[in-house]
């Protein structure tokens, strides 16, 4: 194929398909992929509505999508571990490789990293992606081309439970936010072992789901008086969790750790009176930035409160060997599926919640342009 089509955010609310160049080359450490799976992620939706996430902001027209698995079409000559026709997940962020950060292994800290859909950088939702060989990986027999796309937010999931919580078999923990993000750190947490999963969210269909993916304990929040303030509503609503799920400060009954993938504040500020002493707290849910927190409880219990941000070294491998290896089974997950030209109608139902027929979306997926029965 000669042409690129690619779904393009122009501006606020005003997104349209337009023909890009193809990359007629690509450098000796680089690959040429043809997307044919793309998930809808929350910053998609929020570039579209807000035109910008933080600093971020999208300035010129930008091609979305990073949540991709396709099939190699072109290889440089320096790469080796993948040939023209093998089917790949893609990872989205391509860094310096000389920074601090990238020789720590903490590459998803460097300063210049260019990644997929962030302005100013174009995304995936395209025909052919042009990226660094070392950054696509092969997806294994039993995997779909589906599954592989999943993998970008798995590896989400991977570094906030395994590499950032540190968690281990037999342990406990307490998810704040029942949406896709949420439900994979369940996941991660149950094919690592673990003793308790507890679902916290304010829809009681959310956590039916959480309840029937991953056997997650649920617990929908307390109503907020009036005129109760958020610090003391958390207090009291983190106390009523305690009680009701009968999760103790230490020992066996604690929570080792506690991942907040709402951003909203009330959920941060219980969570930490919820997670035990000694306990890790990670925050991957975007909100509001400035918010409220008892420092009091974060220093006497000695709680670890820690960032996550996107996934780096050995997060993707590890996100598509738990897959591979039926740990994880992320099919449930994917409730709407769209062809290329429907990418709008995509959006829209990812950005409502919900698809026109009544049904909750979860996470969608749209095809590529040129998606066969072969591909899947």
Same mark, same amino acid.
């Given at each position: ?65 990073? +949540?991709?698995?396709? @099939?190699?079409?072109?290889?440089? !000559? ?6 023209? %026709?093998?089917?790949? =997940? $893609? ?60 993998? +970008?937010?798995?590896? @989400?999931?991977?570094?906030?439970? !395994? ?6 078999? %037999?342990?406990?923990? =307490? $998810? ?201």
């Amino acid at each position: 194929m000669s042409n690129n089509p690619s779904f393009v955010l122009r501006a606020v609310e005003d997104v349209a398909y337009e023909e890009r160049p193809v990359p007629e080359t690509v450098a000796d450490t680089e690959v040429l992929v043809a997307i044919k799976k793309t998930g809808i992620c929350g910053s998609d939706v929020h570039y579209l509505v807000h035109g910008r996430i933080g600093d971020f902001i999208v300035k010129d027209p930008m091609v979305l999508g990073h +949540e991709s698995a396709g @099939v190699i079409t072109k290889v440089g !000559s320096k790469v080796k571990h993948v040939k023209v %026709g093998d089917r790949v =997940a $893609v990872e989205p962020g391509s860094t310096c490789r000389v920074c601090d950060a990238c020789k720590s292994g903490r590459y998803n800290l460097c300063p210049d990293i260019i990644f997929a859909a962030t302005p100013p950088y174009d995304g995936t939702l395209t025909r052919y992606y042009r990226v660094l060989g070392d950054l696509t990986y092969p997806l294994p027999e039993n995997l779909s081309l589906e599954d592989g796309a999943m993998m +970008e937010p798995l590896s @989400v999931g991977v570094h906030s439970v !395994s590499n950032l919580g540190n968690f281990r078999f %037999g342990q406990s923990i =307490a $998810v704040f936010g029942c949406g896709p993000v949420g439900l994979l750190c369940m996941a991660v947490a149950k094919a690592l072992g673990a003793k308790r999963i507890i679902a916290a969210d304010i829809v009681p269909s959310r956590l039916d789901f959480a309840k029937t993916y991953v056997g997650a304990i649920p617990y929908q929040p307390l109503s907020m008086n009036k005129d109760e303030s958020r610090p003391d509503y958390s207090r009291r609503n983190a106390e009523n969790m305690k009680k009701t799920l009968g999760i103790d400060d230490r020992g066996t009954n604690a929570i080792d750790l506690v991942i907040d993938a709402s951003g909203a504040e009330v959920s941060i500020q219980t969570g930490l009176y919820v997670v035990g002493t000694g306990g890790i707290m990670v925050q991957v849910g975007m909100g509001n930035p400035n918010i409220q927190i008892d420092m009091a409880q974060l220093m006497t219990k000695e709680v670890a409160l820690k960032g996550s941000f996107r996934y780096t070294q050995g997060d993707y491998p590890q996100a598509i060997a738990l897959v591979s290896q039926g740990k994880i089974d992320l099919k449930p997950l994917v409730t709407h599926r769209y062809k290329f030209d429907e990418a709008i109608v995509a959006f829209q139902a990812t950005r409502s919640g919900k698809s026109d027929d009544g049904k909750a979306v979860i996470k969608a997926i749209i095809s590529g342009p040129d998606v066969s029965p072969q591909d899947l």
